[in-house]
Each structure stands twice: as structure tokens, then as C-alpha cells.
């Protein structure tokens, strides 16, 4: 492998960038002007089902399995690869460019930032957050934990063993290196702990099983057998106990368009869509 040697200053090369080429730059801002399309619920949501967009979808599932009516929402696809992130409309409500972001029609007010989505609606409608200051407090540790750790995992681990253009071994060990590590950290707490923070499932659980959940399942990178994902005996109990709920089984295939057909449902507007609208139906009622 040639060594390589920074330049005294950098400058971009759009086509280095894997599977990510086309998107990836270093600036922000729109590229091109486009309103969002806007539903009948009061929860705007855009997003795509990737981890970070599994962690809404799930959570407002949750909320509206708990007869919390007012979590109605509508979920718009956002092709991240077409660069749908960078419409105006989209940039409106977040001005960083990734999904998933959040507008309550209610409020007015825009959410962006995983973490701070499913905050907000624990805060709103009262559930899925302890109101005790001690496991408040513990479950907002793991909050925190997993919004700092969760891109050493997906963009750093996944894209170098995954995603990127040619495969280096340094990068590939220092980022399995630190995926194995947090996957112990989790193991380690969850022989302690029912759930993550406790005995009781809350949105720490919720921003965490769309990672490592599906990691530690075998279900993402391809990277199980790498990983030894049979070893984490306590994070694998969490895992299968969360995936079990119904509300995270709809969840977790809102706005998705990969993986079996049965399990896209690209965009939901409506409770009946998880019956009729998935891409299974879709493409056999165009035969």
C-alpha cells in the first residue's frame, strides 16, 4: 500500500468517495429549490429507514401502541443516495442535511438530530422517559452514549469494512477494534439491567436497537461472522426482546427500501399502509 502524504492544504475530490461520492461534499446549504410534500397528521416526519431513521418510526409506533393519538404522523421518504437532503424544503428543517428530521404541525416547531426527535417526544407526550431525576438521569447517560459512539460504529466500522472503495487493514482494526468495545460495554451493562438505564424500556432502548441491535442480530454490514456476534450473549437477549415488540417490527420498516420487499414500506401515511401499501403488495398488484 503507497503511503500517503497530506497536502499542505486540502482540496476535494468528488470522486473518492465510495458509494457515497455523490452526496458526500464539504459544504452545507441547498443544491436545488423543492418544497416538502405535507400530509394530513400533525408529526411531519422525513427520513429513510436507516438506523437513524429506524429510531423515530419505532418510537412513534411505540407511542401510538400506548393509545397516544396525537402521534399520528406522516413518514416522506428521503433518498439520501439521490440527494434528496439537500432540497431547500429539506435544509428548512435541518440545516446539517441528514435525515431524519421532525415537523410538528401542532407546535410549529422543527426537530432535527435523532437524540433530540425522540426527546422531544417523550417530553411531549409524557412516556418512555423516567420522571425520577436518578433514572432520568442514568437512561439520558445511554442517550448520550449512544449519539457519541453510534458514528464510530456506522461511520467509521461500516464504511471502511463495508462501503469503501477499497479495503485497508488499519482502519478496518481500529474501527472493529471499537465496534467490539462498545458492543462489550453494552453487554456488561445489560447482564446488570433488563434494559438499558433499568428495568423499564425507554427511548435509550430506542436510539440504541437500530445499531447494535441489528448488528450484534448479524443483520447489518454482513459482518456477524466478523464480529463474532454470537459471543455478546446479553446484548443478543436485548436484542431478540426488543425486536419481539409489534411496534418496533412496524417501525423498523417504515421508509426502508432495501431488504426483502415485505419489509418496505416506503412511505406510511396511514395506519391500514403496514396491511396494504408494503413493497410486496405494491409490485404484485402491477402484474
Known sequence: MTEYTPPKVWTWDAENGGNWAKTNRPIAGATF??????????????????PNGQKVTIMLE???ALGKTGA????HLIRIGDG???????????PNSKIPALMDRDTGIRVFESGSILLYLAEKFGAFLPKDLAHRTEVMNWVFWLQGSAPYLGGGFGH?????????????NRFTMEAKRQMDVLDRELAKNEYLGGDSYTIADMLTWPWYGNLVL????????FLNVESYTNLRRWAEQ???????????????????LNEQLRERHDASDF????QDKIENAGK
Open 33 to 50: 429549490d423543492a418544497e416538502l410534500p405535507v400530509g394530513k397528521h400533525p408529526l411531519q416526519l422525513y427520513s429513510m429507514g436507516t
Open 62 to 64: 411505540e407511542l401510538l
Open 72 to 75: 399520528e404522523y406522516d413518514a
Open 84 to 94: 434528496d437532503q439537500f432540497s431547500s424544503g429539506f435544509v428548512a428543517i435541518n
Open 160 to 172: 471502511f469494512y463495508a462501503y469503501a472503495p477499497e479495503k485497508f487493514e488499519y482502519p478496518i
Open 218 to 225: 448479524g443483520n447489518a454490514y454482513d459482518a456477524g461472522e
Open 242 to 260: 426488543i425486536l419481539a415488540r409489534p411496534a418496533v417490527q412496524r417501525g423498523r420498516i417504515v421508509n426502508r427500501t432495501n431488504g426483502p
Open 275 to 278: 396491511d396494504t401499501k408494503t
